[in-house]
């Protein structure tokens, strides 16, 4: 493969700042979900080229791409059968160096995820251990192991899958006539493999030096084409203790993950070398690549992860319920991130949760805290609603839309006001729901084929974006082009991008006509601090991180608020964000707020007389720039 040499000077990885992804904005792109160019109802690279100016106008840093690589998709495209090409129904690669390319002239990096725990069952080295026999050395780069019982016939062990169903899978050996080469009647047992997700997915044995040196030679492809960074998938769970007797699987914790590195599938303290000479490979370039782990670990490990590999993913933002004590818990263990290890990660939403707007929209008093539930993890109850209404297509419990989006507007700008790398996953800059009426035979997640009784599965955070407010697929694909790869809903277009910046051009010409009328006498905040639509939010919000908050130092302390509220300070810049009750701000210049502000109610009012120059209602956030 000869690398366009052009390409990775263009890139802006080759910016001077080598340590630009410490604040960066990144955007996660599921591409099969973000735009079709060629009309195959499949998301490609040349939907995402075409898209760069649309990217450029958010102000992100980043583009991370979800796999991209040839695969059944048996979990996404997460079941990689060549880590080192494209999907056809996605692109080539010559497409993915002018996506590259493009986005590099807008300013714009490239970040792929790489999938190392399991490769797909059709990926070659798989093959060549199913076709060679009992005996095939390939076997070796995989966990294969004897089977239990007569003739082999039980698994190795009770272990389970997180999609659901055994942990193994069996393997049929025949001879060239057909006749059993294991099993009962044979003079060896079965052989089985393990899978820790979909049996399409056999994990690899990370111990085997080919194995290593493989993928090594895959950061090296990717890093040679231009990409500036990796999101490492199941980070955790590349070192693995197999050895016996198994530990049963009722004995085996699985969330939260124990603090000592003991689980014998995750988070053991092996995995820091194999990190290690990533990090030896990634730092050879000038300016060296980087990497965030996907580490859904006890905080206390995560610096661990960053340590070796760069950054490691906070889930925590991702999970806190819309309490003032959820988000604080979720905030200093950001912080506290920040200060042992140089970064941190804020994320809101990704392709594996149900959207923000929707889980943010349940009466927390709807479902208690399991009783299992670590009393030292203070979230994750409105993720367990928001599965349980994804069972009932939607029905039941109530979901409150117009109180989701209100309180993702807040988070949103809580989000970006923190100090650190901000991970957006697309379509939470437009507000989009989650979907939970696809069809049973359009879904395609493995986990709601394997799991149905218990779970819907990850597709109604995959539907594929609205661009326009009407057309077949609202922009998606060209008119007349194939029926997305999943259904949009009724409605769709009135989350669209043309839709919302519509919307946000009218209210600018009412506002600006109501304040020329309206003199300049009130003292409220003018209606442009408030934008209507969550795509203007975001853009607003993420120049001003780019601006003020970047001016105001990392440095981050909490304020007193009193009440629900919650407040945080960096340089002269403050963030309040308001939960079960409207809160009076400090006098100061209001930059942003995720709703309308409000006069208080009379001059004697206690917010008044609290100092408050307006007041913040409920399920919202403003920034304020108070004068020291």
């Not at 998709?73 to 010559?94: C, F, K, M, N, S």
């Not at 095939?136 to 698994?155: D, I, K, N, S």
């Not at 007193?560 to 308001?578: H, N, P, V, Y």
Request: charged share 20%.
């Amino acid at each position: 493969m000869n690398t366009p040499a052009a390409l990775a000077d263009a890139s802006p990885a080759s910016a001077p700042d080598p340590d630009w992804w410490r604040d960066a904005v990144v955007y996660q792109i599921y591409p099969r979900s973000f735009a079709d160019a060629d009309g195959n109802g499949i998301g490609d690279l040349a939907g995402i080229t075409d898209r760069a100016p649309y990217l450029a106008s958010l102000g992100i840093d980043a583009v991370w791409l979800s796999p991209f690589y040839p695969s059944a998709l048996a979990d996404g495209g997460y079941d990689v059968d060549d880590y080192r090409d494209v999907a056809p129904e996605i692109g080539t690669l010559a497409d993915f160096d002018r996506m590259v390319a493009t986005l590099a002239a807008h300013g714009i990096r490239v970040m792929v995820d790489i999938v190392p725990n399991h490769t797909s069952n059709r990926h070659p080295w798989f093959r060549a251990a199913l076709a060679g026999g009992p005996d095939a050395p390939e076997r070796a780069l995989y966990h294969v192991r004897p089977g239990t019982g007569e003739g082999g016939t039980e698994p190795p062990n009770d272990w389970m899958s997180m999609f659901g169903g055994p942990a193994w899978e069996r393997i049929e050996d025949t001879g060239p006539d057909g006749r059993p080469l294991t099993g009962p009647g044979t003079a060896r047992p079965y052989q089985w493999y393990l899978h820790i997700f979909a049996p399409e997915q056999p994990d690899l044995n990370w111990d085997h030096p080919r194995v290593r040196a493989d993928f090594l030679a895959t950061l090296r492809f990717w890093a040679d084409r231009g990409v500036a960074g990796f999101r490492v998938d199941v980070a955790p769970g590349l070192a693995k203790d197999l050895t016996e007797p198994f530990r049963p699987f009722e004995r085996i914790p699985w969330w939260p993950l124990p603090a000592d590195g003991s689980h014998p599938l995750f988070d053991r303290d092996a995995v820091h070398a194999i990190y290690r000479d990533w990090r030896a490979l990634l730092d050879s370039y000038d300016p060296p690549r980087f990497a965030v782990a996907e580490a859904g670990v006890w905080p206390s490990r995560r610096a661990a992860y960053a340590a070796s590999l760069g950054q490691a993913f906070n889930f925590q933002l991702q999970d806190a319920d819309f309490t003032a004590a959820s988000f604080r818990w979720a905030i200093e263990a950001g912080l506290a991130d920040l200060a042992t290890t140089g970064s941190t990660t804020w994320v809101l939403g990704c392709h594996d949760t149900p959207r923000v707007a929707t889980r943010l929209g349940f009466d927390l008093t709807a479902d208690d805290a399991p009783e299992d539930c670590d009393p030292d993890y203070l979230g994750g109850i409105g993720q367990r609603i928001a599965r349980r209404w994804l069972m009932n297509d939607g029905a039941a419990p109530f979901c409150d839309a117009a109180l989701g989006r209100r309180r993702a507007r807040a988070a949103a700008m809580v989000e970006m006001a923190l100090p650190g790398s901000m991970y957006i996953y697309q379509g939470d800059e437009l507000g989009l729901p989650e979907v939970p009426d696809i069809p049973e035979d359009r879904l395609a997640d493995p986990i709601a084929h394997r799991m149905r009784d218990k779970e819907k599965g990850r597709d109604g955070c995959r539907v594929p974006l609205p661009w326009t407010a009407g057309g077949g697929s609202h922009g998606f694909g060209p008119d007349g082009a194939a029926e997305p790869h999943l259904p949009q809903p009724a409605g769709w277009g009135a989350f669209a991008i043309e839709t919302q910046e519509a919307q946000e051009t009218r209210r600018i010409r009412e506002a600006d006509g109501e304040g020329r009328a309206g003199a300049a006498s009130s003292a409220m905040p003018g209606p442009a601090t408030a934008p209507s639509s969550m795509l203007s939010l975001y853009r607003a919000g993420l120049a001003l991180r780019r601006s003020a908050w970047a001016e105001a130092g990392r440095e981050a302390r909490w304020l007193e608020t009193g009440g629900s509220a919650l407040a945080f300070a960096r340089g002269d810049l403050q963030c309040w964000i308001a939960f079960e009750g409207p809160v009076a701000l400090p006098a100061g210049d209001v930059l942003l707020a995720s709703a309308p502000l409000e006069a208080p109610v009379a001059p004697a009012a206690p917010e008044a007389r609290a100092g408050g120059q307006v007041i913040l209602p409920a399920d919202a956030a403003a920034w304020i720039r108070v004068p020291s």
